[in-house]
């Protein structure tokens, strides 16, 4: 299991087009993702879930992957968020 | 923000018969158009295809949250539709959408964000949606969602409803002299309330004027009204609403109880009018003695201000001219050195309307407004002893000295006045309804105060007599007789403490100190200064007689004992009468003989502690009052039982 932690850059946060791309992305891969953030902690691989914990700009995010090609999903989690979800 | 805040009824549409994406979108765009949350309907529809343009806002099963941040959104917002079957919204799950909600945010802020994060908490239960599924109408769907978002965010809801509940049970609380049973009656409702877990508001008519008073929509909102009063309070405002009427002491004594039968719905519905024609039926239920002890309070209470003002300003005058040195010049004593004169007077005057006031208001309680002039006017003529004889003797508005039939007369002025106007008024009810508005302004004033007149020009001369020789006997009394009479009013005060004997004595006294026996006034407020000051004594102790509460009030008695509000002591006496007034009634009696012995005498009829400079030897009225109160808080620790080591 490995865990990194992230500011969300972009202004509008992670609002419901980027969700769908990250759980999209996310979907590929065998480990299980959670994002935690404040006190919400959910299963980024559902958009309900990713939706409801309400992740504004600004807000400090904790990813972690569990699972057998969890190094890869961070990669690609990490590239993701870091560009703002190809956002401003 | 609550979703039920956002989402208003007009804009939900069920069962929409859209059939494609396009369809659906133009639905719920026309809804939020039609509740006013758009300032540019087209503006809004190019930014939400824009959006879904991007990507569609399908998120699966069966749901849709097509949104847009624009400044076309005038008030952010929602707009809800379910399509029975679905639309193909191009959903990542591939199944048809058929609830959808449309956001509409403005372009600044993290709105919209919370908008659709709440409504995932809510759509992720799948009984809500199911239950979504199947509203049929808006109503129910918003009820749909009022109830999840409830059960989800629990600290939000209940405060609103709280607001606009209003109160569940309204009170009136008054009592004749308006100082203290008033408050406690007050007091003992709401903790009752309180611990029953009702919603109450009570209004208290005391001496400074009604606080906290109910408001219309209160009254109409309310499930009952709780009447606590010893004397008339405003009736008509609860027209149409259960009403229970009670006294004071059952307030005090047993809120619960009265909370208890509204609770049960066994109040009468109140009828100001039926009230007023059925006086008679309703007034059966109240014994003789109850009501005829509620017209003499309303007399008493009103009363008593110009008894309070109108002595202590006199009380003031003997004070000056003792510090002016005047206290030896006899007749004049009072009123010799300027000022003195001046607030003397100024106090004769509120004297004067003392018997009046007692008579008018005696006689309104009894017959509403129209006994109030007839009743003025006997106690008028009661204080002032005109009769026949003296008015065509003198050819002038001149009474007889001997004649007056004073504190008796007036109180018999003010019954027989009421109930003068309530046979008037049944004597003129063959009248025709067009001549109702007359008979208030001219007939009853007319009638009444000429018969009452009549009557008292009458009664005077005889009342005089008794009234006459009842002071020549008092005044003739010998030493030990006086002590007797002293040791009795004294113990009369501790009986009731605001009721009859208590009042009874009270109005002997202040009606004593018009005649200048101000020794029995003496013994009288010492008698109704010692029943609250030895309770607190008591209290303070022997704490094992008393309850947590009853201690906790007990230094208030101390105050309360000082400035003579004798009501101070009723919830002791009511919790135990058996042992408590028996206790301060020999407390009470011992300072009367106390003060009697030491001669001491009181020439204001109310103030306690602040008249004790124009009390004649204060020393020895000191004494009376430590007396009589560790007298009193003895026979408690005597008679009283302890209570049980739990509540110590």
């Known amino acids: 299991m490995i865990s990194k932690d992230f500011t969300i850059k972009n202004k509008m946060g992670l609002h419901m087009r980027p969700a769908q791309q990250f759980v999209t992305a996310m979907g590929k891969y065998a480990s299980d993702i959670t994002i935690k953030c404040g006190e919400k902690s959910v299963n980024a691989k559902s958009i309900m879930l990713l939706m409801s914990a309400c992740i504004k700009c600004g807000s400090d995010i904790t990813v972690i992957c569990d699972g057998p090609d969890e190094a890869a999903m961070m990669a690609e989690a990490a590239s993701m968020i870091e560009s703002g979800f190809g956002e401003e | ?648």
């Open chain 2, 1 to 648: 923000m609550r979703i039920i805040d956002l989402l208003k009824k007009e804009a939900i549409s069920l069962n929409s018969p859209a059939n494609s994406k396009d369809e659906a979108i133009e639905t719920l765009i026309g809804l939020h158009d039609a509740v006013g949350n758009l300032s540019d309907k087209d503006a809004y529809k190019a930014a939400i295809l824009a959006r879904e343009g991007q990507g569609s806002t399908a998120i699966g099963e069966g749901i849709a949250v097509p949104h847009a941040k624009s400044d076309s959104v005038k008030t952010p917002g929602l707009s809800a539709i379910t399509v029975p079957g679905g639309v193909d919204y191009n959903a990542p799950d591939g199944k048809p959408s058929d609830i959808l909600f449309m956001i509409a945010a403005p372009l600044d802020g993290d709105l919209h964000l919370e908008i659709l994060s709440r409504l995932m908490v809510l759509l992720m239960d799948p009984d809500f949606c199911a239950k979504l599924r199947a509203a049929q109408t808006p109503e129910e769907y918003l009820s749909i969602i009022d109830a999840a978002e409830a059960a989800k965010y629990p600290d939000e809801a209940p405060k609103k409803e709280v607001k606009d509940a209003g109160y569940k049970i309204l009170a009136v609380t008054a009592c004749p002299t308006g100082i203290a049973h008033t408050y406690m009656a007050a007091e003992a409702l709401q903790q009752a309330a309180e611990k029953m877990g009702i919603s109450i508001k009570v209004e208290t008519d005391g001496s400074g004027g009604a606080k906290n008073v109910l408001t219309k929509k209160e009254i109409a909102d309310c499930d009952a009204i709780i009447c606590a009063v010893d004397r008339n309070v405003e009736m008509a405002r609860f027209d149409g609403k259960p009403v229970l009427k009670t006294s004071v002491t059952s307030g005090i004594n047993k809120p619960e109880e009265l909370i208890q039968k509204v609770l049960d719905g066994k109040v009468p519905v109140y009828h100001a009018d039926a009230a007023a024609d059925d006086a008679d039926d309703s007034a059966e239920k109240e014994s003789f003695g109850r009501k005829v002890y509620k017209h003499l309070m309303n007399g008493v209470s009103h009363m008593l201000p110009f008894v309070v003002g109108g002595g202590v300003l006199i009380a003031l005058g003997f004070l000056i001219d003792t510090i002016a040195g005047n206290a030896n010049v006899g007749g004049t004593f009072g009123f010799t050195h300027p000022v003195a004169a001046t607030v003397f007077w100024i106090g004769k005057a509120a004297f004067a309307f003392m018997l009046p006031i007692l008579a008018g208001y005696i006689s309104m309680s009894i017959a509403d407004r129209p006994g109030l002039l007839p009743g003025i006017v006997g106690g008028y003529i009661a204080a002032n002893g005109f009769t026949f004889k003296s008015l065509i003797d003198n050819k002038n508005l001149v009474g007889d000295g001997g004649a007056v039939s004073g504190f008796l007369g007036a109180l018999f002025a003010g019954f027989i006045a009421g109930l003068l106007m309530l046979v008037l008024k049944k004597a003129f009810e063959w009248m025709p309804k067009s001549m109702d508005g007359i008979k208030p302004v001219f007939i009853y004033p007319l009638l009444g105060t000429l018969l009452i007149g009549l009557v008292m020009l009458l009664v005077n001369p005889v009342v005089g007599l008794l009234n006459n020789g009842l002071s020549t006997f008092l005044t003739n009394l010998g030493d030990s007789s006086k002590l007797v009479l002293c040791i009795v009013l004294a113990a009369m005060m501790a009986i009731d403490m605001g009721g009859p004997f208590n009042k009874a004595a009270y109005v002997f006294g202040t009606a004593a100190i018009a005649d200048g026996n101000t020794w029995i006034m003496a013994a009288v407020m010492i008698g109704g200064m010692v029943p609250p000051i030895a309770i607190a004594l008591s209290t303070t102790f022997n704490k094992s007689k008393w309850t947590a509460q009853e201690r906790k009030n007990g230094p208030v008695n101390y105050l309360m004992g000082l400035c003579f509000i004798t009501e101070g002591a009723i919830p002791y006496a009511a919790a135990d009468p058996l042992r408590v007034i028996p206790s301060c009634m020999v407390g009470a009696g011992v300072a009367g003989a106390v003060s009697s012995l030491f001669a001491c005498a009181c020439p204001a009829p109310h103030g306690g502690i602040f008249t004790f400079a124009v009390v004649e030897n204060p020393l020895g009225y000191i004494a009376a009052l430590i007396a009589g109160s560790i007298a009193g808080a003895l026979m408690l620790a005597l008679l009283k039982k302890n209570k049980e080591k739990k509540s110590a």
